[in-house]
């Protein structure tokens, strides 16, 4: 059996890496109470308040279950608030509260630390091919998981 070296994995690398950065980042933002599970959230209502979940879940990518939970979490921490869709009550708009707004620079400012400590040492040149090279792999990752959950449709 052929075995493949931790170092050599994209994946294995990347998901230390992501589980790295949410460490860092929950231990920064503890004091005002964000976890790195909210940050999408957080971020993507920061960018347009007001999304139903089912928005809100296509563009931060994550499964429902899961940001039905994180929604809850941030409703019972005042961070979010719920407003029932008129045209159909089926469905709510979420709004940032005025704490998640309060907070939302000390977590932005902390997330860029943990982002200037994980760069320490690479040019600007070599930052920007990181990112390039992550969203390629990201978009190739997407094409793959598309079009196998449309063919299992």
């Known amino acids: ?6 170092n050599k994995s994209f994946g294995y690398q990347v998901n230390h890496l992501a589980r790295l950065f949410a460490r860092a980042i929950a231990m920064r ?3 005002v109470g964000v976890m790195p599970g909210q ?3 957080l971020l993507a209502l920061l960018e347009e308040d007001g ?9 931060i990518q994550v499964e429902q279950p899961t940001l039905a939970n994180t929604l809850n979490r941030m409703e ?4 979010i608030e719920r407003h029932p869709d008129p045209a159909d009550k089926r469905q709510s708009f979420i709004f940032l509260t005025d704490k998640a707004r ?5 977590v932005i400012t902390n997330a860029m630390a943990v982002n200037d400590t994980a760069t ?8 920007a091919l990181a990112l ?6 990201i978009g190739n990752l997407t094409d793959m998981v598309d079009s196998q959950e449309q063919e299992g449709e």
């Open 1 to 6: 059996m052929t075995v493949l070296p931790r």
């Open 51 to 59: 999304l139903t979940q089912k928005v809100l879940r296509e563009r």
């Open 132 to 137: 390039s090279l992550i969203d390629h792999m």
């Open 39 to 41: 940050m999408p959230t």
């Open 76 to 79: 019972r921490d005042s961070l």
């Open 102 to 106: 309060n907070v939302a620079k000390t």
């Open 120 to 127: 320490t040492g690479l040019s600007p040149d070599q930052k």
């Open 29 to 31: 933002n503890a004091a």
